[in-house]
């Protein structure tokens, strides 16, 4: 036994220095290019810093009753159920046999025995009961790396239940705000149809009275028909995008009356002042891949105890009982044993096994590092992107403002024969235009911010979890 141990030994300590999990390269600068002004703790519920009771109601109703947010919930329940079930491995194992027989026998021919014990004829009966452990001694540490593995695994699945969450929550906040950017340009449409639809009575009474030109009423019922058919487009994909937040809050059969999406804009939130590093403690992702190479790490040291010996107890304990004609007896007993397996002719292959292990925690930290870098390249672009929309919404506001006071200039001097039509409608479609564009960029913004907050690890209570971010 002394050789083979030896052996062994020496092959795990030979391959230790190759087996050990590096530390991850992580280089992220001190600040973001662009930076908010809101506390950190505004990302745990970031819905709430919109202060839209509607929106705060819809995030609520999709993490209680969504199918994602069950399946989510399920699926954490499954690995922290296999996680213990994992562990329980090194308990003692041992099941209870029982076993009863009933032999009824006649004989037919020769002359019939009877003596205690022995009998050609007659009923007979036994039964016995047994109780085998089976325990294997830890001298190793074979335990401590399982559950290392599995505390990985059950961190992991911890923190991809909360990202799923994080996710549904934005994807629920996108969609609203996208059925609200809908609504105030159905809205707008409406408006300009009833403006279209007055400017051609307008058009059609001095047509009758012989001042205008059929021309121009049949331009401005183009205009119209146009106008019309965009409200028409613009209902059927509200009633789209209130069916697709109806599905993420759980509620996907419901009529469409039951979720109310104002046509009103406001400009978002400020997103918090975070510092890069914080996505290593934030990011959900950032933490379940981190998670991850702990467990590859106890996967690989369980994978290098395998070549050390394994000791077993094998206690146990039973009792049984005979009965014959003239003889009946019960019998108990108990036993301890012990086993030792040692790995010889295997160690090729649990060389192998190892430095496959090896190479998937090599994996497993490669896999942090790109979600690290991910994460702040997304962290970075939304905070980028939503500091461009804002100045964005700015210039547009502004250009809305003068544009809607051109149209109105040159509506009261049509009405009063100052000025064509063509300077008119080139007016409003001026108007117009810079309002959907100012709309869009609203609605824009709105979205950014949820991405934003999104990509600084917003949407679930981080401080509520220990804090973990070495990959090791």
């Known amino acids: 036994m002394r050789l083979p141990t030896s052996l062994a030994l020496l092959t795990v300590l030979s391959l230790s220095a190759c087996a050990t999990p590096r530390e991850a390269r992580i280089d992220l600068p001190q600040a973001y290019p662009v930076s908010g002004a809101a506390e950190t703790q505004v990302l745990d519920q970031w819905w709430l810093a919109f202060d839209d009771p509607e929106l705060t109601a819809l995030v609520d109703e999709a993490l209680a009753r969504s199918p994602d947010a069950q399946s989510a919930a399920a699926r954490l329940r499954e690995a922290r159920l296999t996680a213990t079930s994992a562990l329980t491995a090194f308990l003692p194992q ?27 004829s007659g009923t007979s009966e036994s039964y016995q009961a047994n109780f085998n452990v089976s325990w294997e001694l830890d001298l190793f540490g074979r335990f401590f790396a399982v559950r290392r593995a599995a505390q990985g695994d059950s ?11 994080a996710s549904l929550a934005a994807n629920v906040a996108d969609a609203y705000f996208q059925a609200r950017g809908l609504s105030i340009q159905l809205a707008d449409a409406r408006q300009s149809a009833r403006i279209q639809r007055s400017l051609y009575d307008l058009v059609e009474r001095r047509v009758q009275a012989g001042l205008t030109a059929r021309l121009e009423s049949d331009r401005v019922a183009g205009e119209l028909a146009q106008a019309d058919s965009q409200v028409e487009s613009l209902e059927a994909e509200l009633q789209a995008q209130q069916r697709t937040l109806l599905v993420l809050v759980g509620r996907g059969t419901a009529p469409l009356d039951g979720v109310s999406t104002p046509p009103l804009t406001a400009l978002p939130p400020p997103v918090p002042a975070a510092v890069p590093g914080d996505l290593l403690a934030r990011r959900p992702d950032v933490r379940e891949a981190e998670a991850r190479v702990r467990s590859a790490a106890g996967r690989l040291t369980y994978a290098q105890l395998a070549f050390f010996p394994t000791f077993t107890l094998t206690p146990g304990l039973g009792i049984s009982r005979s009965e014959q004609p003239g003889y009946s007896a019960t019998t108990q007993n108990w036993s301890i044993g012990a086993g030792v397996s040692q790995p010889v002719l295997n160690i090729p292959r649990l060389l192998l096994d190892l430095k496959a292990q090896d190479a998937r925690t090599e994996q497993a930290v490669i896999a942090y590092e790109k979600v690290v870098q991910t994460a702040y390249a997304e962290a970075e672009s939304a905070l980028t992107r939503l500091a461009a929309d804002r100045r964005r919404v700015d210039l547009l506001a502004d250009g809305e403002a003068r544009a809607e006071r051109a149209y109105n200039s040159a509506r009261l001097g049509y009405d009063a024969g100052l000025t064509d039509l063509n300077t008119a409608l080139s007016a409003e479609q001026v108007w117009r235009a810079t309002r959907a564009q100012l709309t869009s960029a609203q609605v824009q913004s709105q979205r950014r911010a949820v991405q934003a907050f999104k990509a600084l690890g917003g949407g679930w209570p981080s401080q509520d979890l220990p804090l973990n971010t070495q990959a090791r």
Not at 155 to 165: H, K
């Open 94 to 120: 041992g099941q209870l046999t029982g076993s009863g027989r009933r032999t009824e026998t006649e004989q037919v021919d020769g002359q019939e025995i009877t003596i205690p014990g022995f009998s050609t």
């Open 155 to 165: 961190a992991a699945a911890r923190f991809a239940y909360e990202g799923a969450r």
